[in-house]
């Protein structure tokens, strides 16, 4: 029973990875240029962006250390166009294959009990008085992120 | 355990909704026909197509009768500016309100078994086959649709 619950937890994450690797795959460096809508981010930069937030799920769900750490200043601390992107589109894509792989492959080995465990950027203390601060959660907000661009991202179409 | 774990999957839901609440309460009719792109879906049009979308989910989830069935012709069947809108802003918002405060009234009282039932838009051989497709499933692929429609909504600030 608990079994299934995650399982359809962990099914609904697939599922926007998935979307957002068919949108992604066929792009080149050119196509991926294009902005969501007039003076909004490129494609490019909301891959980057989509990888480093998840590489930053390895840390914080305590699956692993950092796999692209490069990506932060490009991506996650800077507005698009401000930083010249640090990977190629080819190395990217990779990139957003790997991360996406690693915690695939750490949360399906999930137990319930691991799933409610707290994620690292919460105290000990804040997390005896709020619970919900558990890995779920983070992912939950992650796969509801991941989906708020996959929503952006559908208007280049 | 059970429960915290349930709780968590209802706190994300309420996230979004909030989320959207907070970015439609502001707005009055002439606001809300601002595009999220140009020539793409406007802002009245994404509050009734997610209003019609959630009152779906009343008995998709077996948790009641739809509240709102009149929105579906111009907010889920067709393309925006195809049909007039049925409702001013302000009953619009209203129902947008009502729905989810029947939905989250409801899910609120489900237990872990309740969540691992069956959908109403499964037969009983297919949800013996993949019992992947229960309520949870639904619900969590309508946050994900509420946070995609959130993105596009977002760039027109």
Redesign the interface.
């Known amino acids: 029973?608990?079994e299934?619950?995650v399982?359809?937890?962990v099914?609904?994450w697939k599922?926007?990875v998935n979307r957002l690797n068919e949108r992604f795959a066929p792009l080149d460096y050119e196509q991926l240029q294009k902005q969501?809508?007039?003076n909004?981010n490129r494609l490019f930069y909301l891959l980057g962006h989509l990888t480093a937030v998840h590489d930053r799920m390895l840390p914080l769900l305590g699956i692993g250390e950092r796999l692209h750490p490069e990506l932060d200043e490009a991506y996650l601390t800077n507005p698009d166009q401000t930083i010249s992107d640090p990977l190629p589109a080819s190395d990217l894509k990779k990139a957003w294959s790997e991360v996406n792989a690693a915690i695939t492959s750490a949360i399906e080995k999930f137990s319930?009990?691991d799933?409610?465990k707290k994620h690292t950027a919460v105290s000990d203390e804040d997390f005896s008085k709020d619970?919900?601060r558990?890995r779920?959660?983070v992912f939950?907000?992650r796969?509801?992120?991941a989906?708020?661009?996959?929503?952006?991202i559908?208007?280049t179409r």
């Open positions: 029973m608990d299934l619950f399982t359809t937890v099914t609904s599922l926007i969501v809508a007039p909004k319930i009990d799933w409610l619970p919900k558990n779920l959660a939950l907000n796969t509801n992120h989906s708020y661009h996959m929503g952006q559908a208007l």
